[in-house]
């Protein structure tokens, strides 16, 4: 009786081949994971998308009644284009916006480079930094408003009784500027310090290390190691605080209401006025599509000098 051979070994292969090529590929591909983008793109679409075009439909008609309108093309445009109030409203806009970022931008640094690092002084500078942020916007437009009155504020009151100036900003162009400004400043500065203050914190110790060996003086310090490490939360701080100031409403509008006279009129309140006050619905629509096309140009100005100033 003969006996069969033994059939040889099979060679080992990789792991989990022979798992791979026993068993069929079960793994289907599905689309269930766009239902998870969904909202989002739900949510966009009502708060953006469709906002928007009923604007761009509003800016190409003259309306009547909700009934009797009449299509006009681009007369909107080149009426708000040419509105001698809405060109003086950007000058003072972009001028407003121009002496924001000049004052808070080094102001916030400054206050960046001044805030502790460790221990418990850290969190209590936190902390307090970040309180004016907290503090709703028409809330710090009466919280001003009050602030600044020369006869009952205690700003207004110092200014006038204390320093000796003749301050009233219900009265004076300038004093009323000055207010806005000065508000601006010290609700929005403490955005700019924690930006710089998350951008110092990020930067390795070994540098500070290198520069203390190496004798550098704090101001070397700052300019050679803590400022260049800096450009991308800056680049981020000057963007936002130009389109919030560049937007401005609320507490212009709270404090001063646009004046004493047009002294602080920025485009928003203007449009505003246009919009509700007088009801005009072509005009409003064009001008906001305008205003919205300004700020993007701006926007990207700043945004390409910036990131080719950084290379």
């Known amino acids: 009786m003969s006996v069969a051979a033994d059939p040889p070994p099979r060679q080992a292969?990789?792991?989990?081949?022979?798992?791979?090529?026993?068993?069929?590929?079960?793994?289907?591909?599905?689309?269930?994971?766009?239902?998870?983008?969904?909202?989002?793109?739900?949510?966009?679409?009502?708060?953006?998308?469709?906002p928007l075009m009923t604007v761009?439909?509003?800016?190409?008609?003259?309306?009547?009644?909700?009934?009797?309108?009449?299509?006009?093309?681009?007369?909107?445009?080149?009426?708000?284009?040419?509105?001698?109030?809405?060109?003086?409203?950007?000058v003072r806009t972009l001028l407003f916006s121009a002496q924001v970022l000049l004052l808070e931008i080094p102001l916030g640094v400054a206050v960046a480079?001044?805030?502790?690092?460790?221990?418990?002084?850290?969190p209590a500078a936190l902390v307090l930094v970040a309180l004016p942020l907290l503090i709703p916007w028409n809330v710090v437009g009466t919280i001003w408003q009050i602030f600044a009155?020369?006869?009952i504020g205690l700003g207004g009151w110092t200014v006038n009784n204390v320093l000796g100036l003749d301050y009233n900003y219900t009265l004076d162009a300038g004093d009323a500027w000055i207010t806005v400004l000065v508000m601006d400043v010290w609700h929005w500065t403490p955005?700019?310090?924690?930006?710089?203050?998350?951008?110092?914190?990020?930067?390795?110790?070994?540098?500070?290390?290198?520069?203390?060996?190496?004798?550098?003086?704090?101001?070397?310090?700052?300019?050679?190691?803590?400022?260049?490490?800096?450009?991308?939360v800056l680049t981020i701080a000057i963007?936002?605080?130009?389109?919030?100031?560049?937007m401005i409403y609320t507490?212009?509008?709270v404090v001063t209401g646009g004046g004493p006279g047009n002294a602080t009129s920025f485009l928003s309140i203007l449009l505003s006025k246009i919009a509700v006050g007088q009801f005009d619905l072509g005009p409003a629509g064009a001008f906001s599509l305008l205003y919205f096309l300004a700020v993007q140009i701006v926007c990207y100005v700043f945004f390409t000098v910036l990131t080719r100033t950084g290379r």
């Open 239 to 246: 963007l936002l605080r130009f389109m919030d100031s560049f």
């Open 13 to 50: 292969g990789p792991p989990g081949r022979e798992r791979s090529e026993s068993r069929p590929e079960t793994r289907r591909r599905t689309n269930r994971a766009w239902l998870l983008v969904l909202p989002v793109v739900v949510s966009v679409a009502f708060t953006a998308v469709i």
């Open 113 to 122: 480079v001044v805030m502790p690092r460790r221990g418990l002084g850290a």
């Open 251 to 253: 507490e212009p509008f």
């Open 149 to 151: 009155r020369p006869d």
């Open 191 to 232: 955005l700019v310090a924690l930006l710089a203050y998350a951008g110092l914190r990020s930067i390795p110790g070994p540098y500070f290390q290198a520069a203390q060996i190496d004798g550098a003086s704090a101001w070397a310090t700052f300019r050679h190691i803590q400022l260049p490490r800096l450009r991308g």
């Open 56 to 90: 761009v439909n509003y800016s190409v008609q003259d309306i009547f009644s909700p009934n009797d309108r009449i299509f006009v093309g681009l007369e909107w445009f080149r009426s708000v284009a040419r509105d001698p109030e809405v060109r003086a409203a950007f």
